[in-house]
């Protein structure tokens, strides 16, 4: 129990030596983690940051001395490890420690925004009246004091990351890296990556709210590369989400590398589809991508709210057949785009956008929302201290529908089945999204029949979801390790999907006539 | 500050050797950004930030890592590398983890590359509010405008490393650049989107900001009523700016690791005429006002003009010297600066009259290349052409092919580079392009 009532950035320090000592120091690692880790704290300010909450308090009110509507403060500290094997030995490590506080200052629809890296009161007194400067009225009331509001339990640890020890960890990516090469002697090489971390985030709101959470991640990854004769291929798999080092079991990880080995040995009997449009079955699971690219950033109600999105004049409408349901739900418990709170200290919960095919609600901000006089959804994320808050997605998924994924494939006379995929993009005002394809199969009279690869998929949001035709019941969300990038902010999201039929798409191919 | 950014780099670096590391190499860097956004005719955001950060890489006992923070109390600096030097011993040894050799220290250039202007640090709340207003009113003069949202972004970057060999320097540099983008009403619930940004590192070279305003409402303008395009193999004119981002795809695995690990279609291809012999690319660090010129890469090699191809033979690829030493090539820099391209003599509108018939590429949305085998597969915005001019608007189509292929059916280059990119890219002509679409 000592250990909590260090000073946080103190603990880091001691934390981090555990890490990186394998002796005598890691067993007291794992004394520490007889107690449940992170429980709300007593006094973030002190033991996470090291402010008070007086100084805060002075903050907040340097920075709403001109007047605001709503402002914050987001204090963040986030460590986050990595390490690589290649060429059969785990060479090479980093870690990346970020430390700042956002000041963030809404007057309508403006935004004046600042942060340091420096959590002393001059210099956070100094961001706060840069952050100021978008304001010209009159001073806002601030709060003297803020009320801790319980942190969620989307994604406690019993062992945080900094207690965990390379030591630990560098079996685990000798054993990827073996797995993949005894899975098939033309495997050549193997690369493994490794990441995890630990962030804390506290969040003073100008409404007296003090929101803390703490958010781990990690993922792992491993590529392959494949020699047969002269010809060369590579793949890969990841798996990824707000867990702890117990969460790597000898089963997951098996799993993992058997997709990256299945993935890139099929490549060699794989071909391009031929060019055109054709029905598309999405196969369960990294498929949500469509979900994401499609509806998923159309619904972002930033965009709505300035009229460029798609969807802005869509609200309450049949966008889709009765059987397609579209939600956003950060409530998942421990994926990688799970959120107790978002980042402007609202409650993250789910939303749906899409219910029996009728458009139902957008993904709202605090901004979005007050324009729309709506609540807002939760989905108010930003990449770090360094970034004003937007709205964004977190877990997007669609749900079960009524067909099975047999019906789906026999309902297909000449298509193919998209399986794997390495990335997407959207423009959101005309709509029109693509996916790449990395693995898949031609499907011709509602029979398998070959495996396809490297298509790029392009279609139209609204016409596409209208055009899903079929939706099977086995839906699941993806464990790889997405994210989202949008005007130059990362997050990390998950997605999901059953088995679904889009009845017509442009499939990217060869011997176009 | 630069002296102060130095001296802390300088600390790093004997606070590792005294940890125990053999070899060490810190940077510091800092940077002031200041971001000034306007939609429809009202501030939006502002956004005013200084940041700085601290990167060391560690070598010791034969292995080595990287570490990075922004905490910079001084206080516990000490602890922060101790723990960097402890964290490296707890790896594994490799024999080809050493610092750069100081021979690639040499000779660094001394030119002066002109990437600062002093005029950037003194802009002022008015001349960006004045320069928002310009492009904010020149993106909506259209009846058709839904919205547009204009940018002004400017900011200074200071880095300075140093290293336990030796290695000492300096690097600054300034930026500006402004833009729109905008949406459109089109037909049934579909809106147009384009914009257009420009910069550099002097405000002196920067376009008026009303010229650029109108380029970004033209560009939007005309992808009004965009339909599916066919479904054709047929003559591709990519215009210079799109370009510049397929060069960069292209040229991505054209690198040491790539390659030593396996995953480049590059590999083996130095001394080879593997691609078309209209294409010559040259990497080239020392291009004054450059947006990627420098005087050393970030391991400290000397900066060099480096041909990568020349005639359409492979001269050589980026070489790091980590994977340099492992794969067996002689290092020339891991990280590309300025890419310029030897350019055709012929302007666009030249080419599209040439070509006659084909797809005339605008822009890209999505897709991806495999750099193992060059496979590829792209989104697609731009116009049919016909009768050698810019026909009607296309899009939700598809380009499909392979990269070593595609630039070996490279039949034409234009003389127009697009200067707001680090590769400096003219028009392109490919022949017997896959097109799908409807």
Redesign the interface.
Known sequence: MTIKRREF?GRM?AG??I????GFLTSCGIQQATAVADPTPENPFMSWFGVDQATVARVMSELTASGADAADLYFQHSRSNS?SL??G????????????VGLRVVIG??????????MTLPSMLAAAR??S??ASGSRAVAPQAFAPKDMGGLYTTTVPWADV???QK?PVLKFIEEKAKALDPAV??V?VFWNDGDERVMIATLDGNLITDHRPMTRATV?V?A?KGDE???GYSNIAAREEFGWYTEERLTRMVQEAVDRTMILFDAR?PP???MPVILASGASGILLHEAIGHGMEADFNR?????????MGKKVAEPFVTVVDQASSPRERGSLNYDDEGNKAGRTVMVEDGILKSYLHDQISAKQYDLKPTGSGRRQSY?F?PMPRMTCTFMEDGPHTKEEIIAAVDHGIICETY????V??????????V?NGWLVEGGKVTAPI????????G?ESLKRITMVANDARLDTGGWTCGKNGQSVPVSQGIPTVLVSNM???????? | MPADLKQQAQQAVELAKSAGAKDAWATTSQSRDVEFEY??G????????????LAVQVYADG???????????PE?LG??VK??V?????????EY?EITAAELFANRPENDLDLVDGTVASLD?EQRLEWCEALDVASRAHERV??A?AGVYDGTQLSASASSNGFVGSQESTYCWFGSSV?LK?HG?????DGFYAGGAHVADLPDAANVGRTALERTLS?LD?E?GP???TTMVVDARASASLLGRFLRPANARSVQ???SFW?ALVGEQAFSDKLTVIDDPLIKRGLASRHYDGEGISARALPIIENGVVKNIYVDTYYGR?GDMAPTTGTPSNRRIVLGDQSLQQLLGDVGEGVYVTSW?????????G?????L?GHMIENGLVGRPV???????NLRDLFGQLEMLGNDPYPYSTTLAPSLVFTDV?????
């Open positions: 950035l320090a981090s030596a890490l990186t000592v394998p390490l290649e060429d030995i785990v060479s090479k490590a980093s870690s990346n420690i970020q430390q700042g629809e403006q935004t004046g925004y600042a942060f340091t890296e420096d840069t952050a400067a978008i020890g390379i030591d560098l050549e090489k690369s590529l590369t020699k060369v291929q590579s391009r060019a055109g449009e300035k009229g460029v999105s798609i969807y802005s004049d869509m360094k004003a390495t990335n997407g993009q423009q959101i005002g005309a709509g029109d999204y693509t996916f790449y990395k690869k490297d298509v790029n998929i392009i279609g139209n609204p442009t499939v990217g191919g060869e011997n176009a006539s | 939609r429809d009202a501030l939006e955001k502002v956004k005013d930030t200084t940041s700085r950060s292995r080595y890592s990287t570490h990075q923070t922004t905490d910079l109390n516990r602890g922060f723990e960097a402890a964290i490296t011993r707890a790896l594994e040894p490799d983890r709340r839904i919205s949202t949406t089109d619930d579909k809106r147009a989107e992808r965009s599916k479904t054709v193999k690990q396996g995953r590999a492992k949305l999505g897709g991806n290349a495999d750099a193992t085998t496979d590829f597969s792209l989104g915005r899009g939700e189509m598809n380009v499909t092919g896959d097109f799908s679409g409807a």
